[in-house]
């Protein structure tokens, strides 16, 4: 049998439900880590580059906590995407259900906490020195395209592990490349040669986290053309990659057995 | 796809099904698992599938399912819900054995209300009790067929295929499992059941397939093909061949 829109829908926001209460129960702390976890990692930084001062300025802290927390949950959710189908395996040898349901399932997840963990860097922010703007409220905007970026990867990264077992090495090396590429502890203009620097920036996560930086901490407008690239790109991505989906369903599901 | 007559539920015609291995980068081979397995089965019609481990009855049951397309020939379906029990379930281990039963009954195509208003019937059918609200991972492989069981049965699919499922619960889950499944074949349920207990075939089904190495050797009814089987695994039992395990 298969399903109706509506039907995928309500089994989709039941199981988001379930899965993120099952997620938390399985520590003692259970939701407090959505919010701890930043907040810990963000004490590090704080100690290391705010207290000691091992580099830089005093809103060095305030760079790399906004470089760093969109790019965890890029990396978390493609990540965790990854190994989704695979996971997934009972239930794909039980009912006929699209595949694409688990990538999106786990970037759905991911999603939900990152909400609680932006709450929480906001906060921060503030608390750092960081003066609310009006080009804060691009940030929404960016957020979106930021989204339609994780579930084109995740869609991708899903669908290439049943088949080759061995890209989540590839994978996990591939993504502290990323985070080395994307200037989260630097500053491009400083590091990288006047030449290459639209070559970093062709790279959508350091673009998106310049973005992120010159809306909340220099309060200027976004460049809106590389934003609007990154989310015609992903956008038609994801549309084809739901079509291609639809197309390796049997032998999806023969890999996973 | 053809319509299936007014009378069929399922007709398979002519299908293929093989499974791919690959063994490293370049080295893949085709392993048939289903060979030109053609039969039909009406309305209200139980059927046993008996055969050696191995011998595709697992596969066919996903292929009539539809999660797995055949290779070749066709599986023609008049029926609007089909639920498949195998031991695997598809259960979450974390999510408690409520949170399962609901997805488990929303996947069979209930709504999320329906089930819930049902929810109370499939606990007292399982027999789980306050096990219920434990997470799955806790359950015995017994207690979780017992809940899938319950599910399946409770929420009522037109098409019920189940693998394996009644042999692991105990003596007295499974006489009940038995007695709800002969009163709802009486009032037109049809099913579909892979088993290696030939009693509890012999008992339920009005037909069986005798399935090997992916073909139907036999079909017809249950006294005399389980008698062929029987016949044929205990001679096979004192044949001397090729050692299975290569030590």
């Given at each position: 049998m298969s399903y109706s829109r509506r039907q995928l829908v309500d089994v989709f926001l039941t199981k988001l439900k379930f899965n993120l209460k099952s997620e938390a129960s399985k520590t003692y702390l259970g939701y407090v880590w959505w919010v701890l976890e930043p907040a810990l990692f963000v004490l590090v930084l704080y100690l290391v580059f705010?207290?000691?001062?091992?580099?830089?300025?005093?809103d060095f802290v305030i760079f790399l906590v906004i470089g760093k927390i969109p790019f965890l949950w890029f990396s978390k959710s493609v990540v965790n995407a990854s190994n989704s189908i695979l996971q997934a395996r009972g239930l794909i040898n039980q009912v006929i259900i699209s595949k694409a349901f688990f990538p999106l399932l786990v970037v759905a997840q991911d999603l939900v906490k990152q909400l609680f963990v932006l709450t929480l860097m906001f906060v921060f922010l503030i608390w750092f020195g960081l003066e609310p703007n009006l080009?804060?409220?691009?940030f929404p905007l960016l957020f979106v395209v930021q989204l339609l970026l994780i579930v084109a990867c995740s869609l991708i990264t899903a669908m290439i592990t049943p088949f080759l077992p061995d890209f989540k090495y590839i994978l996990s090396t591939g993504m502290v490349l990323l985070m080395l590429m994307s200037g989260i502890f630097f500053d491009y203009r400083e590091v990288i040669l006047p030449k290459h620097q639209s070559l970093f920036l062709a790279n959508p996560m350091a673009r998106l986290l310049t973005e992120y930086r010159r809306i909340l901490m220099d309060g200027q407008p976004p460049e809106w053309l590389p934003l609007s690239m990154i989310a015609l790109i992903s956008f038609l991505v994801i549309i084809a990659l739901l079509r291609f989906y639809r197309r390796i369903d049997t032998p999806l599901a023969r890999r996973v057995l | 796809m053809t319509a299936a007559t007014a009378q069929d539920l399922l007709r398979l015609e002519h299908v293929d099904f093989s499974y791919r291995q690959r063994h490293s980068l370049f080295r893949v081979s085709d392993y048939p698992a289903i060979r030109d397995v053609s039969f039909s089965i009406e309305r209200g019609e139980s059927i046993g599938i008996i055969g050696r481990n191995g011998c595709g009855k697992s596969t066919l049951l996903r292929v009539i399912a539809g999660i797995y397309q055949p290779d070749n020939g066709a599986v023609v379906r008049a029926c609007k819900n089909i639920s498949l029990l195998s031991?695997?379930?598809?259960?979450?281990?974390?999510?408690s054995g409520r949170e399962n039963a609901i997805i488990a009954g929303m996947l069979q195509g209930s709504s999320r209300a329906d089930v819930e208003a049902r929810l109370d019937e499939i606990i007292e059918f399982a027999e789980l009790g306050a096990f219920i609200?434990?997470?799955?991972?806790?359950?015995?492989t017994g207690m979780r067929s017992r809940l899938g069981f319950s599910v399946a049965i409770t929420l009522r699919t037109e098409l019920l295929l189940i693998d394996e499922v009644l042999s692991v619960g105990d003596a007295h889950f499974k006489q009940k499992a038995e007695a709800v499944m002969v009163n709802r074949i009486n009032s037109d349920q049809t099913v579909i059941l892979v088993s290696h207990a030939t009693t509890q075939v012999q008992k339920l089904c009005s037909r069986v397939i005798w399935m090997e190495q992916g073909s139907v050797r036999e079909i017809g009814d249950p006294e005399s093909i389980i008698q062929h089987y029987e016949a044929e695994s205990v001679s096979a039992a004192h044949k001397p061949g090729k050692p299975t395990i290569a030590s």
């Open positions: 705010g207290i000691f001062r091992a580099r830089g300025t005093p080009a804060w409220l691009y | 031991l695997s379930l598809g259960f979450d281990p974390l999510m609200d434990e997470p799955i991972r806790t359950y015995s």
